[in-house]
Every structure is written in C-alpha cells, then in structure tokens.
C-alpha cells in the first residue's frame, strides 16, 4: 500500500508531460490554436479515465488492469467483490413462493439487507445458523477466504447452489437451499473430541405411535476423529429411562475431522413399546462391546408417544 501514493505521483507527472507532447504535435502539425489542443488533450485523458467506468457498468469496481490479465486474473490472486451482484441473488429469493416468510443467512448481511423483502439469520461459525435458514448466500470475497470456516465452506461447496451470479463467465455469487434443520438442542450438545450436535430434522414426522418409523437426520460439527470401533445410535428414551427404538443408518458416516456432516436413518418404535413422553437421545457406542460411551446431553425435545 506504500507504494500507492508515489506512484499517483508518477501517474500525473507522467499524464502532464503525454498532454504537453500531444499539444505540441498538434500544434507543429495543425497550426491549432494552444485552447483547442488543450481542450483536446483534455478531452482524451477523461475518455481515458472513464472507459474503465463504462466498460464495467454497472460494476465499476470490477476494473482490474487488462495488461495483467483482468477480473479474471485478479479473482486468482487478491480478494474481489464490493456487494456487486448481491442484487441479483436477493432479487432472486424475493421472488420465490412466500419469500416474506423465509429465511437467508448470509456473511454480508449489511448488504443483503435493503434488498430484501424477509430478515436474515445469523451466519455462524458452526453452520448451526446456516442450517436453520431457508436459502445461504455466498459471496466471491467470502468463499476466497473461506469464511467463516473451511468446515462450513465446504460442506456448502458439495452442494449444487439454486442460483448463481456470473461476472464475465466467474462465478460471483452462489445461493444455496439449506435442509431447513428444524430442532436445535436446548444448550451445548457436545461430545469432547468427537463432535457437536447441531440439530435435527424428523421426515415426515416423529414418531406418534408404537409402530411407527421415521427418517432422522442428525446435523454434526466435527471436532476429532471417530475410532473404527465407535459410532452413533439413536433413540428413544421413555419416563422410566428405558431406551426404545430401532436405528438403521441409510448409509455409514462419512467421518472427518474439523467438517459439517449430515448422517440420516430411520428410527422405528417397536410396536410394544409403552405410551408417555419420550426423549430423544443420541449415544457414543463402542462396538467392541455393544455399549454406550456417552451421549449427547441437552436433547431435551419432548415426543408425546400415544
């Protein structure tokens, strides 16, 4: 950045001496009068200065120096992007079904904010905030850095975004449909050295009746490795503390460190299984011995089983 100032020093030196040599040609060749040159020279250098500005319309803050390859190169090398585009993406979620009613998180939500027709939602480091929303927007200067984390960033990254900004054939703005996590824990659920558990999404619906099976996915925040002998199971803990259910993952965890995961399966409520308030639970087990490690505690959702 020192740099800078000198050089605006040198540029205006450098622009002096371009007019007074265009002047002079001008007035050997042409015999103009030294007011016309002026106002010709004049002319040029503000043609100059402002063809970045037209070229670049509406996005004037896109200009980087063609000579050093463009947008393009710039994208590659220094962070980009001032809001541009943020527009098109809010404009986009303004126009779905309900959009008064749903919700956006986003990193800059100072700028999405005036465009939109709903609230945002908290961008947060863990993903939980994401998660809860509707729609995520990305943006070209957040995902340069990979903020707020890696962890979030790619998980959002695997998915294929709803609508996209392209500037100049670079993508620029990415929005991305969230699974709407429905349940948060009531506290920090949180296993030390494994992960923590984020939240939770029931498909169609909990478990009512004895009987009854439902698709649960849980949302996971990975803070350690998972020994081969470990995993998860859910279920279903009834008043007496006795635990119910028949968990089956639709397919093994794809466990990694310091990541956003999602894990689904469906839970079944035996069909003897008694009536009362049960509450969900998601054990650590040691497969070695079929036993539980620990668990995640603050699940405190209530499920009325009739």
Do not use: C
């Not at 004037?60 to 943020?86: H, I, R």
């Amino acid at each position: 950045m020192g740099v800078i100032p000198p050089l605006l020093l040198l540029a205006g030196f450098g622009l002096n001496w371009l007019i007074g040599l265009v002047a002079d040609g001008l007035r050997r060749k042409r015999r103009w009068p030294s007011t016309i040159v002026a106002v010709v020279a004049g002319l040029l250098v503000i043609a100059a200065q402002a063809w970045p500005a037209i070229a670049n319309y509406p996005y004037v803050l896109t200009f980087y120096n063609p000579l050093l390859g463009g947008f393009a190169s710039a994208v590659q090398q220094v962070p980009v992007g001032w809001g541009e585009g943020m527009e098109q993406a809010t404009a986009w979620i303004n126009a779905q079904p309900n959009a008064n009613q749903l919700k956006v998180s986003s990193w800059y939500s100072d700028m999405v904010r005036p465009y939109l027709t709903t609230d945002t939602t908290s961008f947060s480091s863990s993903g939980e905030g994401q998660l809860e929303a509707d729609y995520v927007i990305f943006y070209i200067n957040q995902t340069q850095r990979q903020k707020p984390n890696e962890a979030v960033y790619t998980y959002f990254q695997k998915k294929e975004p709803v609508f996209q900004v392209d500037y100049r054939g670079t993508p620029y703005v990415w929005v991305y449909a969230t699974p709407r996590m429905q349940t948060s824990p009531d506290g920090d659920a949180n296993i030390e050295g494994r992960a923590r558990l984020l939240g939770y999404n029931w498909q169609p619906a909990p478990p009512g009746r004895p009987g009854d099976s439902a698709q649960l996915t849980l949302f996971l925040h990975t803070t350690g490795l998972l020994p081969a002998n470990e995993t998860f199971r859910v279920a279903l803990a009834a008043p007496d503390g006795n635990l119910w259910g028949d968990w089956e993952t639709s397919e093994p965890i794809a466990w990694q460190p310091d990541a956003l995961i999602e894990w689904s399966g469906t839970l079944t409520l035996p069909a003897d299984a008694p009536p009362g308030d049960y509450r969900l639970v998601v054990q650590l087990i040691d497969q070695n011995i079929n036993s539980e490690v620990t668990r995640f505690p603050k699940l405190d959702t209530v499920l009325a089983i009739k």
